[in-house]
Structure formats: C-alpha cells, structure tokens
C-alpha cells in the first residue's frame, strides 16, 4: 500500500480539526505540505501540525514532487484556478465543497481533471458518516416503504459582523463565496439527498433578501423533483431569531427525521412507534471521507463524493437561484 502524500491549499479553520488531521491520522496517508499566501501564518500552521514543508505559493505546492495528491480548502471562487493546476500537474484533486461558484464552473473542472486522467473528489464528507449512511440503510431496506416526499426547513440567525472592522464573513460575500450562506449550508443537505434518495432533476425556487445586512440572498424556498419521482420542498432562512434544522423524508409506511447539521437522534416513525438513533459523529469529521479516498487512489473501494455528484448538487442550486439571480443582475 502506498502512502499518499498530501498538500493542502487554503489552511484556513476549517483545516483546524476538521479536515487537517484526517490526511494525518488516516492509514496510507500523511500530510507534508501547507500553503496559505501569508506565509507566517503557513509556516505557524505547520509548526502547529508537525507538517514539514509550508508556503506561501500555491504553484510551489502543486508542482513539489513530494506531494502525491492536493485538498483545496480555499473559499469556492479559488476552486476552480487551482483544480486545473493540479489537472495539469496530474496530480488527484480534493475540493472543499461548495465544488464552485456554479455549474459551469464545476463541469470545466470535471472536464480537465477527466482529460489529465486524475481523480477529482469534493468534501461533502456526509456521505461517509455513519449517521447519514444509517438513514440510507434504513430508505434502502424498506422501513419506511415507498418514498412519496421529503422537506428540508432550515433557519438561523443573522451573521456576526467583525465588531473591529465592520466586515462581513467571506461565505455571504458572493464575488468569494458565489452567493450567500444557502450555498454553503444547503450544499450539504442537497448532496445529501441526492446520495440517499438518487439525484434531482428538476429545481424551482425563491430567493430574497429580507434583513438588508449584505448584498446576497439571506432566504430561499424551494420545489425539488427526483428522477426516482420523489417530490420536495425546502427552506432555508438566514435572519431568524433562532437556529433551527430538520429534514423528515416520509413515506408509504412511515417517516425518517434528522437534522443535516445537529447531532439529535435519527428518528424513525411508524404505525409500530418511534424509534430513535443516536450516531455520534467523529471529531476529524472529514476522516471517513479522506480514508476512502486514500483507498480508492490505492485501488481498494471508492469513495462516495466525486466531482461528476458535487457538480450535480451546484446544478440544483443554480436552478434555485436561477430567477433571484436574473433579478438582481
């Protein structure tokens, strides 16, 4: 078995505990490189993490022959540059999600990694964890019968702006994130549909921005139609009073609940009663992920998140935001 080294670019927070020590704890796999484009801030992360090269280049890094494979943990309107860098370099790529800032965006990346002959996955590390994978079990065996729809309600509360600067945090700034915190957020419960229920192929929604405090949307509502024929709908509310986050998918015989983001109990409803699950989720939350996908680049397995299944999510929600988009042009 191989060892694969990897390089990340982008060692922001979300590198702190969640990805960062997967690529270090992960069986075949080690972390030798870090780039962020301020340089003392690399070079404290990799004193911090035991990784022994950092720069302040992300060329440097792609092109080091010491790294096998490159993660790409920068904010989504730098994906797209660097994915290609690393295409052209041969080497697999790794991509925070959301994958881009939209569709086109991402099918160029699938595209050139496709011709480099390189693997592209996406960290929409869900699919790797236990929880989510017991409520597929649960769909796919028939414990809730035929699946007629499913909804999504999400809502929280406003963003903090920097008390000390008066900026905004770069996921609700659209020329860095694509759009606002519906991107972020609900890239996640989308994949996640689409891995457990099969993919989307029709999107209809609403955007607005109700609270003013920044330019992109802060609320959408959605109509979602499966090619399974599974009907849904969804919301997602960024200027609530509270946090709040549920999805139920209900069929025939009963009904699965589970919060994308939370950690409650899955609960599973029937004629027969409710039975609740309690799956705790892992502390290096994207681990599974990495690990699998350490596997499949050593040949043994797959992993669950790839490029061609990210894209597809981006695709829904550029649909939803189709109109609010035109509007606001």
Not at 136 to 161: A, M, P, Q, W
Not at 193 to 210: C, H, K
Not at 230 to 252: A, H, L, Q, R
Request: net charge negative; proline share 4%; aromatic share 10%.
């Amino acid at each position: 078995m191989k060892t694969i080294r990897w390089g990340i670019i982008g060692c922001g927070d979300v590198t702190e505990v969640k990805s960062g020590p997967g690529f270090q704890n992960s069986k075949n796999s080690q972390l030798v490189a870090v780039m962020r484009r301020n340089g003392e801030l690399a070079k404290d992360y990799a004193k911090r993490h035991n990784v022994p090269k950092w720069y302040d280049n992300a060329d440097e890094l792609i092109n080091d022959p010491d790294v096998d494979a490159v993660y790409i943990a920068t904010p989504p309107a730098f994906h797209k540059e660097y994915t290609l860098k690393c295409a052209l370099a041969g080497k697999p790529v790794y991509v925070e999600k959301p994958m881009a800032c939209n569709f086109e965006e991402c099918t160029a990346m699938v595209q050139a990694c496709e011709n480099a002959g390189v693997p592209l996955f996406v960290a929409y590390y869900r699919r790797a964890l236990d929880r989510f994978n017991k409520v597929k079990e649960l769909i796919d065996s028939g414990k809730i019968g035929e699946i007629r729809f499913v909804t999504v309600v999400l809502y929280k509360k406003l963003v903090k702006v920097d008390l000390k600067t008066g900026e905004l945090p770069w996921r609700v700034m659209p020329e860095i994130s694509g759009g606002g915190e519906f991107l972020d957020l609900a890239s996640h419960t989308l994949d996640v549909l689409d891995y457990i229920l099969g993919p989307i192929n029709e999107a209809v929604g609403y955007a607005g921005n109700q609270a003013k405090l920044y330019e992109a949307e802060d609320i959408v509502t959605a109509s979602l139609s499966f090619e399974s024929g599974v009907k849904g709908t969804g919301t997602w509310c960024f200027s609530s009073f509270t946090n709040y986050d549920m999805n139920e998918i209900v069929g025939s015989l009963g009904k699965i609940s589970f919060s994308t983001f939370g950690e409650e109990p899955i609960l599973l409803t029937t004629t027969e009663g409710i039975t609740s699950m309690d799956i705790v989720k892992p502390v290096h939350i994207q681990q599974q992920l990495i690990q699998n996908i350490v596997n499949e680049l050593n040949g043994l397995g797959e992993s669950q998140s790839k490029g061609v299944s990210a894209a597809r999510t981006t695709w829904v929600m550029d649909e939803i935001l189709k109109d609010y988009r035109n509007k606001t042009k």
